[in-house]
């Protein structure tokens, strides 16, 4: 995954899974546009994928259901054997041992999670800093070899409650917990972060910095210089939106760009 300065991991936004509210009643489908999506990835040369639930509207706070963890996880299990990269897994909102869970019965490679460090409001509700849980979870299952990359300053999200504490201090508190990586975003899904705060965080920490959110052809260029990976979703879509269809023109022509 790291086999080059600044890596590439395409978001799957799966169909809704069990559990929700919109769930279609066949994960064999929910699968085949998983693994479609995810070769299209691949054939373009990016360095990882990474799965969420991002359908499965509107979320519950801190859990999912276990259909929908065993949903991911089948899902995952076949993206895994069908691509070989390196794989990462996200459950929303905050359902960060679940991920865990699936992420170990795939074989992936990382999560992404919320909620990590210091508390937040999200569209859920309150949420709760969740690492010396996910950690001694991780520690306890013998699953050291998955990654965890958290979310700072989180989108979607008010951060009154910790407003004196800067973007750095949270990356700084959520490496000292053991974070493999930090990710950093914009304000809502689509939206870039802005450079310097990506660049602050690469000088203030030794772990992975990503960027979550609003990477496509106009500022890829600036983020590569100072982030370890970018994960790219919603500019490969259809009208830019995460709930279209993923366009394999707009993955070759990003893959090209990062590329020189």
Known sequence: MWNRKCSLIGMVHLLPLPGSADYGGSVDTIIDLALREAVIYKSHGFDAVM????????????????????????????????????????????????????AIAA??????????????????????SCAPQLIRKRAQLKAERIQIFADIKK??????????????????????????????????????????????VRNAVACKVLVGSGVDETNIAEFMTNADAL???????????????LQPQKVAALAQLCSR
């Open 231 to 245: 994960i790219v979703g919603s500019s490969l879509k259809e009208g830019g939106r995460w709930q279209n269809p």
């Open 155 to 200: 989108k979607h999200s008010a951060h009154a409650l910790t407003s004196d504490i800067s973007l750095v201090d949270t990356a700084k508190a959520a490496e000292f917990f053991k974070a493999d990586g930090v990710i950093v975003t914009g304000h809502h899904t689509g939206n870039a972060p802005e450079s310097v705060d990506v660049t602050t």
């Open 107 to 128: 074989s992936a490679d990382f999560i992404r999670v919320e909620g990590y460090v210091f508390a937040h409001v999200g569209d859920e509700g309150l949420h709760q």
């Open 51 to 102: 799965l969420e639930n991002m359908h499965d509207l509107p979320y519950l706070r801190g859990t999912v259901d276990p259909e929908t963890t065993a949903a991911m996880a089948v899902t995952a299990h076949r993206v895994k054997a069908q691509t070989q990269l390196p794989l990462g897994i996200q459950l929303l909102a905050a359902a960060n041992i679940e991920a865990l869970g699936a």
